[in-house]
């Protein structure tokens, strides 16, 4: 691939022809013919400039390649891994294979689909979520994308067991392409799990889902990367009349993280719920950015992302709601809660509603504050060693946000957030 200078802002302007690898993949021809497009836009795409807000705080530049992504490689054998939880259904992705580790007797008599993408007819769907047009990174995942999988769950189908998806990165590139498609009365959970990695590691997914009518989603997305990981996770969620959504994300790892999520609320009467958390120390970099859009009149959004940082941890938050002109009789709420655990700690809130009808309820609130001395003086005092209070302060900042979720879900979450703090000297 070329190199970025000073004159060509271009950063895959040599991005080889994908029907090589698409070929290697045994793909067929409408997804070949996919990533030709995909590639010629590519081709094109300029860097993000630092001026534009959303790259304000993260450079760009961190999440090129240092080589041709598109090059064919052998495939390595996949990790072992046996799930412990009862589940519907579960794969795994690593490398550029996806192995579907488990399909439950129920989810097979449903007819729900967990496969590699490439064995789905999935031409209908892929890329109209997010599209090359996207952004840089989302045109070259579209070209060059490994592995990826299709999750289909059948009309009216309702699975009380989730689905989990285990996402393995590598030590070098990773880009992997989720697709998600719940139809019409459907109702499911799918957990993707981000984890492996390490110094040098990149991984820039992008995630595609389609709720319904009258459909359900429960999408989490959870991150917890090795040190020393660059990752870039886009994700978005259309949404058709009646369908709900509940989205969780929680970031946990990495080094630099830069997450790019949200929900178009197509149909009348669709609801979203984005719940998230974010725990970062030493000098971790966290950048989220949230979208609630709303086309369709009589539509509800409500997010609720909560921030604690230790060490010289920094975090971004950008949450949009946008109300379109015929979008009347529309609520949406978004908070932005940021707990600064040390002096040398940082974060970063800006919410921004563009509401284009007057007939709507829309509220936001920010806020970013140090930790209460006197909350720490209060539990020390009770015979709690510091350590203790620290880790008691921040449950219970996040317990509001975690309340809300799903029971399982929640203590998933929860699990993970126990096991961060006791790793850690906050």
């Keep these: 691939m070329a190199s970025i200078t000073q004159l060509d802002r271009r950063p895959f302007a040599g991005l080889a022809d994908p029907t090589v690898l698409s070929g290697f993949l045994g793909e067929p021809p409408w997804l070949a013919q996919f990533r030709r497009q995909a590639a ?67 989810a097979q008599r449903a007819g729900v689909v967990v496969a590699p993408l490439a064995e789905v007819a999935a031409e209908p769907f892929l890329g109209t979520a997010v599209p090359p047009s996207h952004g840089f990174l989302e045109a070259l995942n579209s070209a060059v994308f490994r592995p990826a999988v299709a999750v289909v769950v059948p009309r009216r189908v309702r699975l009380e067991k989730p689905i989990r998806l285990r996402l393995v990165a590598g030590p070098w590139l990773f880009l992997p392409r989720i697709l998600l498609v719940v139809q019409e009365g459907a109702s499911v959970e799918v957990v993707e799990g981000h984890v492996g990695g390490g110094p040098g590691s990149l991984v820039l997914g992008v995630t595609e889902a389609f709720v319904g009518c009258g459909a359900e989603l429960r999408y989490d997305v959870v991150q917890r990367w090795e040190g020393g990981v660059t990752g870039h ?62 086309h369709a009149p009589q539509t509800r959004s409500n997010l609720d992302f909560k921030v604690a940082l230790a060490g010289q941890a920094r975090s971004v938050y950008t949450g949009l709601i946008r109300i379109e002109e015929q979008a009347a009789t529309c609520e949406a709420y978004q908070e932005n809660r940021n707990l600064l ?27 970013v504050a140090p930790l209460d001395e006197e909350q720490v003086f209060y539990l020390k005092s009770r015979g709690l060693p510091h350590h203790q209070a620290m880790r008691l302060i921040v449950y219970g900042f996040l317990d509001q946000t975690l309340s809300r979720l799903p029971e399982k879900t929640r203590e998933r979450i929860e699990a993970l957030v126990a096991g961060r703090l006791h790793g850690e000297v906050l």
């Design 40 to 106: 010629s836009w590519a081709r094109q795409v300029l860097l993000p400039d630092r001026a534009r807000h959303l790259w304000r705080f993260s450079n760009p530049e961190l999440f090129l390649p240092q080589e041709d992504p598109s090059k064919v490689a052998p495939v390595a054998a996949p990790p072992s891994w046996q799930p412990e939880e009862d589940l519907a259904a579960a794969a795994l992705l690593a490398g550029a294979a996806v192995q579907v580790v488990d399909l439950s007797a129920e």
């Design 233 to 294: 996770l886009t994700s978005r969620v259309i949404m058709e009349q009646d369908s709900r959504a509940q989205i969780a994300l929680a970031s946990f790892g990495g080094s630099v993280t830069k997450v790019d999520t949200g929900a178009v609320l197509k149909g009348r009467g669709a609801e979203v719920e984005t719940f998230g958390v974010a725990l970062g120390t030493a000098n971790q970099h966290f950048d989220h950015h949230t979208e609630h859009i709303h």
């Design 341 to 367: 655990l040390s002096e040398e700690a940082r974060a970063e809130t800006i919410p921004e509603l563009e509401i284009l009808n007057e007939d709507v309820r829309c509220t936001h609130g920010a806020t």
